[in-house]
């Protein structure tokens, strides 16, 4: 981030969610060993969410210990017998027990016992996962649109293979799709691997073979990742709006125009454009427009504006003036507050009760959550400042699903017309099916970046560790507590994978002993473990350390 001032502010900004959802996810997964060890007889001596020296705790009835500790980046459950955390058997306070001891100690349980407790910590996370996604659906229900092209990259995969705007997607590699996600998601993890797209054109089904490029992307918070793309989108990016007297306008930039490269770099979308723009101000960037069938090139030199990002830090972006990439005002609506008040076409919005917004998509949602109450926009226009005050008024209109709403607004937006969305509600089996289904994806996504790693496909510069794990957690939060909970689900499977690895010191690496003791009637000697163990803790501190240095290397870029 460039100073010490900035990573204060990161972790301020950041940390309190992370140790929520961290701490959550824990516990979820270390009652998962502590049920079923009960269940099987087993004594436990303590629970701990965290590591290190105890902050505070209570001894139940039962004499296990339920302790907070001042490290929060894990937990574990200790049962009797062990010689610490990770579980390792205590070989001379075994060897001391009684029978009626030994009954009670982990090491003395049965191997079924040993191993489904074990295996109950990374189930526990699953069911958590699905849990979480169940209630998501069931109380939000989702919003999908249908898998029919609007825009195709000029010389992208797509484009090449002779796909056209209009077609409709039907099945990918033989498997049926119904939204655009589906044939998102399935394409952006199989960069160079050809795969067979099926589409509906005229009435007709046709095949095409398709091979997804590996690109560079980034979400809406900056972050970057890889991911295979065939060039296709849901929005056709046409300048919907020009900021008068702005570098797109002096360029000679038209309301109208269709964005097709920037730097002779393709474009999909209007948020390819924004996030090569705003890393380059006043450096000259070529927009590649189509107008009236023709294409024409425009220099354009972005001028300079501060933004401020979720985490609410300030940074020097580069702007040309177009919407909806800026926050300009594409539409007004006839007698809205924002026409009463003199806001006109063009007028960009920098702030709204004194908060920097980066869209108009921000002032809507500002609006609507400020019913009949002031707000104070300051607009710019035409080189000038000035502010304003206007209240939003509730109207009936129809939503995204053609559903009459009631919502409170100001009367403006950003001229773009959404894609056509469906809405689609869901009952508790349904929801949980659902849910089933969200994990599954995420289990497999996760085997084929892998894969792809391992095959070349794609860089291992994805895998985060603390800090990224930190700062996502503290994007979610911006979003709200929905999408806190979605990424908790997201990591609570990913968790479950992690501990599944069969790995000595993880839950995997306990479920292998425990297949090889099944195998040769005896466990490994206590030596052979005890390597084991170092070799285990060595991998794992192994990938902490690469994860962490991926987390530090991302954000000093």
Do not use: C
Request: aromatic share 8%; proline share 5%; charged share 20%.
């Amino acid at each position: 981030m460039g100073s010490a001032a900035g990573f204060i502010g990161f972790l301020t900004n950041n940390v309190i969610t992370f140790v929520f959802v961290l701490s959550l996810l824990v516990f979820v997964h270390e009652m998962g060993h502590y049920l079923v060890g009960r269940w099987s007889g087993i004594r436990i001596m303590a629970f701990s969410i965290g590591f290190g020296p105890e902050i505070a705790g209570f001894t139940d009835k039962h004499g296990t210990r339920w302790k907070l500790s001042l490290i929060p980046l894990g937990g574990y459950v200790r049962f009797f017998g062990d010689e610490d955390a990770s579980s390792k058997v205590d070989v001379d306070q075994l060897s001391a027990m009684t029978e009626e001891e030994r009954a009670q100690s982990f090491a003395g349980a049965k191997l079924w016992k040993r191993a489904a407790t074990v295996a109950a910590g990374p189930i526990a996370n699953f069911i958590l996962a699905i849990a979480i996604f169940a209630v998501l659906f069931s109380v939000y229900g989702r919003t999908a649109a249908d898998p029919v092209v609007a825009m195709v990259t000029r010389d992208g995969a797509a484009a090449e293979a002779g796909i056209k705007p209009g077609d409709r997607l039907v099945a990918i590699d033989g498997v049926n799709v119904t939204t655009f996600d589906e044939v998102q998601r399935y394409v952006s993890l199989r960069p160079g691997r050809t795969i067979a797209l099926t589409v509906e054109r005229d009435g007709q089904k046709r095949d095409f073979q398709i091979v997804p490029k590996l690109v560079e992307d980034a979400d809406q918070f900056g972050n970057k990742m890889e991911m295979g793309r065939i060039g296709i989108a849901l929005i056709d990016p046409v300048v919907t709006v020009v900021e008068p007297a702005g570098p797109a306008a002096k360029a000679g930039i038209l309301a109208g125009d269709r964005l097709i490269a920037i730097d002779g770099n393709n474009v999909a979308t209007y948020y390819d454009i924004g996030r090569y723009v705003s890393d380059r101000p006043g450096k000259n960037v070529v927009l590649t427009m189509q107008r009236n069938g023709q294409m024409r090139d425009f220099p354009v030199v972005p001028k300079t504006v501060t933004d401020t990002d979720a985490s609410g830090n300030k940074r020097d972006v580069g702007s040309i003036g177009i919407g909806p990439i800026d926050p300009l005002i594409g539409s007004i609506v006839s007698d809205s507050p924002a026409a009463s008040v003199g806001l006109e076409l063009g007028d960009r919005i920098l702030s709204v009760d004194g908060r920097a917004v980066g869209s108009v998509g921000e002032v809507q949602r500002y609006a609507a959550a400020h019913a009949d109450k002031p707000v104070s926009l300051s607009v710019e226009r035409n080189g000038q400042t000035r502010d304003v005050s206007v209240t939003p008024k509730v109207s009936e209109e129809l939503d995204a699903f053609g559903a009459p709403a009631k919502i409170a607004s100001i009367g403006i937006t950003d001229g773009q017309k959404p894609p056509k969305l469906r809405y689609q509600s869901y009952g508790p089996l349904q929801a949980i099916g659902e849910g089933v289904r969200q994990t599954v994806n995420i289990v497999s996504g996760t085997f084929e970046y892998l894969g792809n790693v391992i095959g070349g496909y794609m860089k291992a510069d994805q895998l985060g560790g603390p800090i990224r794990v930190a700062q996502m957690s503290g994007q979610m939060a911006t979003l709200g507590f929905s999408a806190v909970l979605q990424f908790a689900a997201i990591l609570s499977v990913s968790i479950g994978l992690l501990n599944l690895m069969p790995v000595p010191v993880l839950d995997g690496g306990h479920l292998m002993f425990y297949a090889i003791e099944a195998v040769r009637g005896k466990p490994l000697g206590a030596r052979a473990q005890d390597i084991a163990f170092r070799i285990g803790f060595a991998m794992v501190l192994s990938l902490m350390v690469f994860a962490t240095w991926n987390d530090i290397s991302s954000r000093l870029g």
